[in-house]
């Protein structure tokens, strides 16, 4: 008897990561509202047994993000600031962004359209921001700890929102930019915001700051 329960709770979970990895491909494949009969003729399950597997489709769409949040870890990685000089960190960190916006795909598109009346979604969205705020902090440590706290933690919020998915669905959909434009126009922009005070140049320490010279022209 035990053996048969065993059997049934493996076949449900197989049939239950059929189902996940069938929305998957189909949003990879630019169905961004796939029918719970397509859904299951492509994970080769009855259209009947699917609420068994599924308790409703918020359920089956929040195991469909947290699936493909699982997927992004390798893109996750810090640079150690000890070792790494800035402009190589922020090379690092643009390249493994871009790779990640687009493993994440429409996923990502269908999650941030659902945040708003899906919990189970709103929370993956929630942990995966904070966790990609935490990788800005951790990869550009030095540059934070040079400001006072305030400034730090609203230079953290604008690199944040610069490599966000928002930023990226903007340049690649709606400005129709190349990756190659993405990655310069990101790079730019954290030379910018991490470069620290004003004539400091980014990825140099304060002794080779370089002083403003006093203007001789006269208005």
């Known amino acids: 008897m035990e053996a ?111 945040e708003f009346d899906t919990p189970e979604i709103a929370c993956h969205l929630k942990e995966l921001r904070k966790r990609l705020r935490a990788q800005v ?8 700890a040079a400001l006072e706290r305030a400034a730090a933690r609203r230079r953290t919020t604008l690199v944040a929102a610069l490599l966000s998915f928002s930023s990226f669905d903007f340049h690649t959909r709606v400005q129709a930019s190349s990756r190659a434009e993405v990655r310069r126009s990101w790079i730019e922009g954290l030379e910018v915001l991490l470069a620290g005070p004003p004539g400091r140049a980014p990825g140099r320490s304060g002794a080779g700051r370089a002083r403003p010279q006093a203007s001789t022209t006269r208005r």
């Open 4 to 114: 048969r329960i065993d059997g049934r709770s493996a076949r449900r979970e197989r049939n239950r990561t059929a189902v996940v990895d069938a929305v998957i491909a189909l949003l990879g494949e630019g169905v961004l509202a796939p029918t719970p009969e397509l859904v299951c003729r492509r994970a080769g399950v009855s259209e009947r047994s699917l609420f068994r597997y599924f308790d409703s489709l918020d359920e089956l769409r929040g195991a469909v993000v947290e699936r493909a949040f699982r997927r992004i870890e390798p893109f996750l990685a810090v640079a150690d600031p000890a070792r790494v000089d800035l402009a190589e960190r922020i090379t690092r960190l643009v390249r493994d962004r871009i790779a990640m916006y687009d493993a994440l795909g429409d996923v990502a598109r269908v999650a941030r359209a659902r």
């Open 137 to 144: 902090a951790d990869q550009f440590a030095p540059e934070f």
